[in-house]
């Protein structure tokens, strides 16, 4: 699927400003960006739910028949029926649905002893559960969720998370995700993009990152200015400095070499170790930190 320079007004308000990326069969894409970004806006737009937009959803390359399954925002239930009867009247409109595969998806969330209490009893994480097994009904052809572990404990978001990256690659759909906790983000998704006030200022191919050939390496000092001297000698990019410590960038097939003249040099140093930049440090960078 194509999302191609996709624009939303509301207002004398810009929530869009041509966003363009792809979502790729077998993949999970992360949707990332402060709050008011855009990123439900999108997904709404994706899915349907609004209208009147700038640019195109291209779909060109999946099924005539394209089939959505999507949690936007906080899932809505018929709170006085059972969880087992809203999964039963959804079923019955998505039609054709296999019965066994529904109830392993129940057991695997971890609802098993919840479908026969009314919804209005439900947590939230145990809401958002329910709504990742209705938005699977009728196996879609493409999965948005939006904040799908929002209110579930760190169990609960292992669980949702491992079903996640099993069912992209067994049934090879493309899933986007929205969510705050990069660092799930980080542990799921193939590709991540990042939007800030509706643009989108980073794409990042996630394999790609992780087999760069340079690697950011700290080193502990109280010979801040020796160090420096020595790093400049060798012609090593210093990345940040503070009163303890110098952080560097080395490729990583220089690296054995280079700890050798560091150890030969007999600088005072206690320690160096690797800090590549987390996802959420990326993100930080590219938002101002907000």
Not at 71 to 81: A, D, G, K, L, N
Not at 121 to 143: A, H, T, V
Not at 221 to 227: G, H, L, Y
Not at 236 to 247: A, G, L, M, R
Request: one cysteine or more; charged letters at 25%.
């Amino acid at each position: 699927m194509e999302i191609s320079e996709v624009s939303k007004r509301y207002q004398d308000r810009l929530a869009l400003d041509r966003v363009s990326f792809d979502l790729r069969q077998g993949e999970i894409s992360g949707l990332l960006g402060p709050n008011g970004a855009g990123k439900t806006t999108l997904m709404r737009i994706i899915v349907g739910l609004t209208k009147n937009y700038q640019g195109a959803i291209q779909f060109s390359s999946l099924s005539e028949k394209l089939k959505i399954g999507c949690v936007i925002e906080t899932p809505s239930f018929y709170p006085h029926m059972t969880g087992q009867q809203n999964i039963d009247f959804f079923a019955a409109l998505a039609g054709g649905v296999n019965k066994w595969k529904v109830q392993e998806m129940i057991n695997l969330l971890g609802l098993s002893d919840a479908m026969n209490k009314k919804v209005k009893s439900y947590s939230l994480g145990m809401r958002q559960r329910l709504g990742i097994i209705q938005s699977l009904l009728g196996n879609p052809d493409i999965l948005i969720l939006d904040e799908p572990t929002n209110g579930l404990d760190p169990q609960g978001v292992k669980e949702i998370r491992e079903y996640l990256v099993r069912i992209s690659k067994e049934k090879q759909i493309p899933i986007l995700i929205s969510s705050h906790i990069l660092s799930e983000i980080e542990k799921i998704c193939d590709r991540v993009v990042i939007l800030q006030n509706g643009r989108l200022v980073e794409s990042i191919d996630m394999a790609e990152r992780n087999q760069q050939n340079s690697s950011f390496y700290l080193i502990a000092t109280i010979q801040i200015s020796e160090c420096l001297a020595f790093l400049e000698t060798e012609k090593i990019k210093v990345i940040q400095t503070d009163s303890k410590s110098i952080t560097i960038k080395v490729d990583k097939s220089d690296y054995s070499a280079f700890i050798r003249k560091l150890a030969a040099s007999e600088l005072a140093f206690t320690n160096i170790c690797e800090k590549n930049q987390t996802l959420e440090e990326k993100f930080l960078d590219l938002t101002g930190g907000k």
